[in-house]
T-cell receptor, first 112, second 115 residues
């Protein structure tokens, strides 16, 4: 069955370190998204991609970057982790011109 | 631009009672509207969606929602709550125009079921 996976599921890191969160989907979807979930804020869009080599900034992109070198993967990099980036991160994907986003299980990141 | 407002961050209902979770939207273009459910320590799962066809939409697990343009609302209902419905529920909106694939989420409503 097609799926979307995230790794690691839990990560603890220190302030200032570079961190990369992986997202891999086997749906062959063109669209991929990264969100962060924080209490009282719901899900907020960080970055998104509509295809290979396409990336776009979302609502809360400062301090984050993504690159899309193939259809299946959209890794999220925190260049220099900050305590304000402690959150749960969700990856999602959708097929072009359809309307359902499918979500991964999430990565809980703690920055100390 | 689009946005949604979910009224009530916490809702408690007795088992067997009506579930009503409120969502109001704001959109400059015809909207697509969604309800997602999140169980503890899991990702989000689509419950139902409105994409400009029938205004009364039926979803999984006995949930339904009605799109009311005059009230800019898309409230989620279930006639009889079950213990397994305890979860967090998110309303989301996107524009119906092609190329606008981004979802904007509400802040969520945590549903508690009282035995």
């Amino acid at each position: 069955d097609a799926e979307i996976t995230q790794s690691p599921r839990h990560k603890i890191t220190e302030t200032g370190r570079q961190v990369t969160l992986a997202c891999h989907q086997t749906w062959n979807h063109n669209n991929m998204f990264w969100y962060r979930q924080d209490l009282g804020h719901g899900l907020r869009l960080i970055h998104y991609s509509y295809g290979v080599h396409d990336t776009n900034k979302g609502e809360v992109s400062d301090g984050y970057s993504v690159s899309r070198s193939n259809t299946e993967d959209l890794p999220l990099t925190l260049e220099s982790a900050a305590s304000s980036q402690t959150s749960v991160y969700f990856c999602a994907s959708s097929a072009t011109r359809t309307d359902t986003q499918y979500f991964g299980p999430g990565t809980r990141l703690t920055v100390l | 631009a689009q946005s949604v407002t979910q009224l009530g961050s916490h809702v408690s209902v007795s088992e067997g009672a009506l579930v009503l979770l409120r969502c109001n939207y704001s959109s400059s273009v015809p909207p697509y509207l969604f309800w997602y459910v999140q169980y503890p320590n899991q990702g989000l799962q689509l419950l139902l969606k409105y994409t400009s066809a029938a205004t009364l939409v039926k979803g999984i697990n006995g949930f339904e929602a009605e799109f009311k343009k005059s009230e800019t609302s898309f409230h989620l209902t279930k006639p009889s709550a079950h213990m397994s419905d305890a979860a967090e529920y998110f309303c989301a909106v996107r524009g119906a125009n092609f190329g606008n694939e981004k979802l904007t989420f509400g802040t969520g409503t945590r549903l508690t079921i009282i035995p």
